[in-house]
């Protein structure tokens, strides 16, 4: 790297010389130990809404019950993010480990991968990895058993609790929250949900220790993280960096040197504009993502780039709630008017007071994170939005 | 029973017959009949009981459970931003030429289905596509018109067509 | 349960833990408005109206989907929800055909009124109502316009929930999700049973009932038509609530006076019919078990009644293999069709061709009952047009009438003569209790051992009821029914009539008799009567039904001496030649799936 301020790290993909070595080790520890190890470790969700994994995984644990569940969230869908489907494929041992160690922890015999629809090719593979993987369960004594469920194209079921009523068998509509899954999740069960990326993760701080991955990052952001990164850049591709850079440092290192904007987080993030690059930390101190980096050029019209958002969820809603259902199509109605002259400007400001409205109100997180992309861009590059 | 009908029946004897299993089903009809009948939709509907209605609320729901005629390769051009930004329109283009389609069209032949779709998670990659299950990816009008013609020739000699990526371990 | 402490706009209050901001809202009188929620089904969430401010929370929270916890302060009313509510009224307008001087809801639609209530307009957001949307009138019972309806779901899981018949659905999603049918085939070519109870639960006109009035207009216009309307017991304690009487009102007299003034030729009494129903069937579940006890036949058993057409093609549709459990007897309004057509028109010297008959009911699926092609006995169509107590309520508005002040005047006659046991088919338990104060009767001779002939066990609100009766001391005739245990069940809304049959099939049932209802609480809370319909108003309908009961003089069916007559002067025996062609019926198979 030519520039100090971002370092690359090498935990996610780095080869195992033996087969299965970290998840011996770890599960030959005691729960208590492991827990504490995660939970010192600072460790967040890398799916984006950043939740302490090692609390999840203590209240999961605290739940009485017959039957817990682990799942896998590999229903990777939001615009810009590639990540997990490299993880699958390139440390696919890791993931199932990870599932392991949070079977083992919060006492859960059955866990699933869901993988989305669009990543089917990687089944046969996925599926002779996991027949070795559970083989060797049962050669270590740990009763967990993992499948894999395959979704259908629906974004949404990215949304925890719409994954849930998806392998249930119902269209994937998330539910009223709570009860939250750790108290109730796939068929009512207590249920750990996780990203992919979270799952190896925590897997390599049981492996690394606490120690060496919090001396990454920084205080709000433990670690690293894995980045995918699109657009305007002459090296996109799957990064492993270190948390807490400023956008300015990735643009030096990935821009094309005439980058105007980076949209962080994919359409549901943040849109930084390059006047902003320098203040703007990537990390959960200023702006947490999934690791959807999409950098634009001066050539790109930020118009089309919400208008393409708009699209996206316009189509990707699931439609039961009122202000993200409506909402969108307002947004989406709204900004064309405003483009083709037939609404005033001021008329942003109604859009952008909706924003508000759906962020507050809307039934899940696919709806209240509108406002993120739509002001972010709308803010910064007005005279773009309008006739 | 026709043809459908005990496919469906096959499908639930393999998966189970309860409501978790509706998605792995429906799959199963997909995968060999490329969309799913109103047949295929009411036997899945007696198989696992449940309102014929609720088999297609739930179908519709999901973009790959398609309820309307495809045909033996569905291709589903990714339109997200990074692709769109990598010349889509133009992979768009070079296909409606090659297939004498538009975008939702399928040929007469019921051999393709031009479809556009959301984020495929190829963005580094860009422009992306399916052909069924198969990515294809760093596609060029080029690129594209030749993978289709081999589509076309294999069909008629019926070979199976491995799409372009590779994966390790 | 422990006890949750919270404070809602300063108010204290103290629920049950598992109870609802919304619950608990209402405990201290603060309204919250809301849309997809409703009292029978379960919890959706969906429609955002009712959120409140919770403090500590980032998002404003759907108070009907979100638990009291203890400690919560909630505000219900600040300018942040304010706002948050006003936009997302707006957002359903605008997703709304806002036609609304031209929807049959007007003035009683639960969005026009939040609508008015936050001063909507129509310039905040442009319309994003679909174009092209075609209303289906495939049905005889259920119009449904897509471009009304706001995606609150109520229909869907009363549909599922109520019924468990699932004839619509949540289909597509995003901005294209809608509320459909198997692959959106028009309502007639689907399970739908008719029931109603979508229309009774939709808050807007996205599901109405096909209306017949202006077809009932011009008959009555018509010179050369005799048009008689014959009015089931539910309409009226049901009716008043649209013309300005409080839930529970019995406006019997009132409604016979101004269906008289509309200008019907003659206001007959479905509960005539009622009677003669109970003799007709109670005769054949004694044939059915002299058949079973005496004769050592095969026989079905249970005997369930038919009375209900929404349960009628419900079991058509669910169990097509079972209707031998279906009495044959035609239900009420349509005996009272047939015999309309036949006996009143001999006894008044009238052309049955010129005879216009008209059925006032509490239900949806009576419209399509009448239109059945097997329903044509007289000769003629039996009933020419099935109206709701809604759209009779609609009629007496149109005439101008002023129905607070009307005058009170009888039924007439022929078949306006009723008793109390005709009265209460109006509410679940209702036929059963009609019947066994007849049969036990007849067996034995003296009257049901029930204080004041009020049979218990089979009334209230409970989903499936059931009683045993012993029969001792029979009359020498029946004495093969010495010390038989009588079971019988009664079950009302049809998700409980599935628990019944599926009994039924596994060969498991014990009873020998069953009354079903397709709606919750019976007909009282039909899928025709004045909407709102929740479970306090069918509790005062009930109530009021009970009270016309015991108002009544004669309380049994077999003393209605329009009943004797009618045996003596024309159908001369139950079960006999002509009952079998007037007033008993054939059931067909139908699709499950």
Sequence with gaps: MKDKNLKIVDIIFKPHLVKYEVLDKTVARSNEDILKEIIDSGLRGRGGAGFPTGLKWKFAAEQKAKKKIVICNADEGEPGTFKDREILTKVPRKVLGGMAVCAKIIGAKRGFIYLRGEYKYLLPFLNEELEDFNKHLKEIGLDFKIDIFLGSGAYVCGEESALFNSMEGKRGEPRNKPPYPTVAGLDNMPTVINNVETLVYALMICSIGSKEFKALGTSDSRGSKVFSISGDTPIPGIYELELGMSVYDFVEEFGDGDTKAVQIGGASGFCVPRKKFKETIIGFEGIPTGGSMMIFNSTRSMYNVLHNYLDFFEEESCGQCTPCRIGYQQLKKGVEAVKHGEKNEEYLQQLMKLTETMKLTSKCGLGQSVANSFSSIVNNYREEMVY | MTEVQEKVRDLSEKYGRRRENLLPILQGIVEKEHYLTSEAMIQVAKELDISAAEVYGTASFYSFLDTEQRGQYVIRVCKTISCDMKGKNSIIKAIEDVLKIKVGETTQSKMFTLLETNCLGWCHKAPAILINDEPYTNLTPAKIKAILGDYIRNAEGKQKIIGDIQYER | MANINLIIDDFKVTVEEGTSILQAAEKVNVKIPTLCYHEDLCVAGNCRVCVVE??????????????????????????????????????????????????????????????????????????????????????????????????????????????????????????????????????????????????????????????????????????????????????????????????????????????????????????????????????????????????????????????????????????????????????????????????????????????????????????????????????????????????????????????????????????????????????????????????????????????????????????????????????????????????????????????????????????????????????????????????????????????????????????????????????KEPLGHKSHELLHTKYRKRFRY
């Design chain 3, 54 to 571: 919770v403090e500590g929370m980032r998002t404003l929270p759907a108070s009907c989907a979100i638990p009291a916890e203890e400690g919560m302060v909630v505000k219900t009313n600040t300018p942040k929800v304010r706002r948050a509510r006003k936009d997302i009224v707006s957002l359903l307008v605008s997703e709304h055909n806002t036609q609304c001087t031209t929807c049959y809801r007007s003035t009683n639609c639960e969005l026009q009124n939040l609508s008015a209530e936050y001063n909507i307009d129509n310039e905040t957001y442009m319309s994003v109502l679909k174009p092209d949307i075609v209303i289906d009138r495939s049905s005889w019972a259920i119009e449904k316009d897509d471009s009304k309806c706001i995606r609150c779901q109520r229909c869907v899981r009363t549909c599922a929930e109520l019924q468990h018949v699932n004839a619509i659905d949540v289909v597509h999603k995003g901005k294209d999700m809608i509320i459909s049918t198997f692959v959106d085939a028009p309502m007639n070519d689907v399970v739908c049973v008719n029931c109603g109870q979508c229309i009774n639960h939709c808050p807007t006109g996205a599901l109405t009932e096909r209306r017949y009035f202006d077809d009932v207009w011009d008959a009555i216009g018509d010179d050369e038509k005799h048009v008689i309307i014959n009015t089931a017991p539910s309409v009226r304690v049901g009716l008043g609530e649209m013309l300005g009487f409080p839930v529970g009102t019995r406006v019997t007299g009132k409604m016979v006076t101004a269906l008289r003034k509309i200008g019907f030729d003659s206001v007959l009494d479905t509960d005539f019919t009622a009677d003669l129903t109970i003799i007709e069937e109670g005769t054949e579940l004694l044939t059915r078990l002299k058949k079973a006890l005496v004769d050592k036949k095969k026989v079905a058993l249970p005997m369930m009644t038919s009375c209900s057409p929404g349960w009628v093609k419900f079991i058509e549709h669910m169990y097509p293999d079972h209707l031998d459990h279906l009495s044959t007897c035609k239900s009420p309004q349509q005996m009272f069709g047939s015999l309309a057509k036949t006996y009143y028109a001999e006894k008044k010297g009238i052309d049955p061709k010129n005879i216009v008959c008209v059925a006032g009911m509490p239900c949806a699926a009576k419209k399509y009952e009448a239109n059945r092609p097997e329903m044509r006995d007289s000769g003629f169509q039996d009933i020419d047009a099935g109206l709701t107590t809604r759209e009779i309520g609609h009629m007496i508005k149109q005439a101008g009438i002023n129905f607070l002040d009307l005058e009170e005047s009888d039924f007439d006659s022929l078949m306006g003569e009723s008793t109390g046991a005709g009265v209460i088919f109006g509410a679940t338990g209702g036929v059963m209790e009609a019947a066994l104060r007849t049969a036990y009767e007849i067996v034995t001779g003296r009257e049901v051992p029930f204080e004041n002939l009020r049979i218990m066990p089979v009334r209230g609100d409970e989903g499936i009821k059931e009683a045993t009766i012993k029969i001792e001391g029979c009359l020498p005739e029946w004495s093969f029914l010495e010390g038989v245990e009588l079971k019988v069940a009664v079950a009302h809304g049809l998700i409980n009539a599935r628990t019944i049959m599926d009994q039924v099939v596994k060969g498991e049932s014990p009873y020998h008799f069953i009354e079903i209802m397709a709606c919750p609480g019976g007909c009282i809370g039909g899928g025709g009567q004045p909407i709102p319909t929740n479970a306090e108003i069918r509790k005062k309908r009930t109530e009021a039904i009970y009270a016309e009961d015991e108002g009544k003089v004669l309380r049994k069916s077999h003393e209605n001496p329009e009943i004797k007559q009618i045996y003596k002067e024309f159908l």
